[in-house]
């Protein structure tokens, strides 16, 4: 009589149990999603694959992750096209499901196996998935998992690239004001990472959009909403103050428009905005080069412009503060009268 059957059955290779988080995200299918009683079911299958999976990259208490185990589950991964399940099936899955998705996703996009980014080269030719996700901004449920997921996009310049050059981005004008604060925050930070992580990149797509990218940008400086109008100046800031970014700069500082939004800004009944809006002034009237619209409109406020600054005043003690608003004193009193 045999016992075979009593024997264990033979362990599933790491290939196998990546095809196994294939096969249990397939099955949230219409047909599933129909079925209460086979939604559940399939998702208990997928919570625990998905688990797994997420132990074999990144190791769990008791256990390191095997680097030859890593390298079998990212090229499986890639080879059959488990990312793309995981941007389509994320919406339907539980909380923790998709904590491990972010993990997995994170993991396999940032782990080289010998010389190669699996993961990096896999969405360079899969781009529909980052416009998948930022459309996920519109689903409170999971828009934090899919803000993570697009900043680990954001850390690799060729990613980063086609996502500003997407119009897709153009929706990002639109989420960082959206009602619910912690979407509208988390997509702000996706932004703002799209717009400063890599400098050669946001060059090329801010000389190349620029009049559509700030007329959308003015936009969220006029916002009623104090936190876009705080956030959206201080990211203006960054961006003109980077040295990469100087004849983009020169380009914002030289149009009256601007000015006269920063001089609105600077009026503003919130301290932190005015103070926010300074950083951005200063650079209008500070510019050795300033454009004739430009100082005819110093001119023409020379008065009030006085005034302001000297009763502007930040809460804390700070010596640059200080020397910068006593030169724009000094360059807003020496501009030459107006003749009428």
Known sequence: MSFSFFKQLKPKTPAELVRQVKDSLSSLDTKTMGDTRLLEKSLEEVDKSIKVMKDLLLGDTDTEPNAEVVAEVIQEACKIDVLELIVQKIPTLDWEARKDCVHIWCAVLRIKVGAVQYGLEYLESHTELLDYLVLCYENKEVALNCGTMLRECARYPTLAKYMLESVSFEMFFKFVETPNFDVASDAFATFKELLTRHNSVVVAYLTSRYASFFANFDKLLRSTNYVTRRQSLKLLSDILLERSNSAIMMLYISDVRNLRVMMTLISDPSKNIQASAFHVFKVFVANPQKPPQIINILAKNRERLLRFLDNFHIDKE????????????????????LTS
Do not use: N, T
């Open 318 to 337: 700070d010596e640059q503060f200080d020397e910068e608003k006593e030169l724009l004193v000094k360059e807003i009193e020496g501009l030459p009268s």
